[in-house]
């Protein structure tokens, strides 16, 4: 519901004009730029080849910059227009590398790719609306350079992946399929297992009734699915970030959020409540679990600290839900 009422302050991209589009480039470039940099200096140390190809592609970031900067100026004169990719509704803003605490080769080349895919699709989208000959044509050109770039996850240095990475090397199928299913799924998996953790076991546990605690565990995975999947088809339509169809996105989140609600409310259904409870706390680990492990395989999160996020967060509501049951 938040996520819903924050996107209704956004823009639509198709009521931007020209200065402002211009505007909005000038801040994507100044901010991809400034994440390139900061990936070159964390990879200078291990992968020296693939920091000297972030080096170079801040450069072009920063040439992009000073393109449509002398543009803007010569057009509209020397005020920008304050906007940025999270006051447009279409844009996900991506969470600054600078806060991230480690980087793999492989989440590197995840983003890479993600950040060329969604420069390409804003400056077609932004070439297609105008009807400025100057604009169009620097927009239309940049699309071009930018489109140079979308195979650089698979040019970064080959040397630096041992034969087991190599074999499972990410393509773009992979890598389409990561941000479509395994991304909205993998939030939705999270949501239905964690947030109704609490209501079903504090059911349970107020009721002492196995029926009455399978109805609310049913209500709250049907209820979270719904509202997830809804959520996240709202959130962004994919025409700019490339994140695929918001339908089979939504589809994805709101069928996984409904699953994780609904494995550790199915053991309900047996009749004897101190095995169903047993059989669903079994049912909780193993969910957590799954989800440590998918952060890991597909997100490249450490496994650990997967688990320590994941497994802690989920524990502390298990024990929350219990708590407030026998109250």
């Known amino acids: 519901m938040l996520t ?112 060329e895919e969604g420069a390409v699709r804003f400056y077609e989208a932004a070439a297609a609306r105008s009807t400025d000959v100057a604009v169009r044509k620097l927009l239309g050109d940049l699309a071009a350079d930018e489109r140079k770039h979308a195979d650089l996850a698979d040019r970064l240095e080959s040397a630096a992946l041992g034969p087991e990475e190599r074999a499972t090397e990410k393509s773009e199928e992979h890598r389409q399929f990561v941000l479509t299913y395994v991304q909205p799924g993998l939030a939705g998996l999270m949501d239905g297992s964690v947030s109704t953790l609490a209501p079903v076991f504090a059911a349970a546990f107020a009721t002492g009734d196995t029926w009455q605690t399978f109805l609310v565990g049913l209500a709250a995975a049907v209820g979270a699915g719904i509202s997830m999947g809804f959520t996240e088809a709202a959130a962004d339509d994919g025409k700019l970030t490339g994140r695929g169809s918001p339908v089979k996105r939504g589809l994805a989140a709101g069928v996984m959020t409904t699953v994780g609600g609904l494995g550790h409310a199915l053991p309900y259904l047996i ?28 997100m490249q999160t450490p496994f650990w600290r997967a688990v320590l996020q994941v497994v802690l967060g989920g524990s502390l509501v298990f024990a929350a839900g219990i708590l407030i049951g026998n109250a």
């Open 271 to 298: 009749h004897d409540f101190w095995i169903a409870t047993i059989v669903a706390g079994l049912v909780v680990v193993v969910e957590l679990w799954a989800i440590a492990f998918i952060q890991q395989r597909y």
């Open 4 to 115: 819903r009422l924050l996107h209704q302050n956004r823009r639509d991209f198709d009521s931007l004009d020209e200065r402002e589009i211009l505007s909005l480039a000038v801040a994507a470039e100044e901010e991809d730029g400034a994440i390139y940099a900061e990936i070159a200096t964390r990879l200078s140390g291990t992968y020296p080849a693939s920091a000297r190809v972030f080096e170079g592609m801040a450069a072009e970031e920063d040439e992009h910059r000073r393109r449509l900067l002398d543009l803007y100026t010569e057009k509209f004169g020397p005020r920008l227009v304050p906007i940025r990719r999270e006051h447009v509704r279409g844009f996900i803003s991506r969470r600054p590398v600078w806060l991230m605490q480690a980087m793999s080769l492989e989440q590197v080349r995840q983003l890479a790719w993600e950040m």
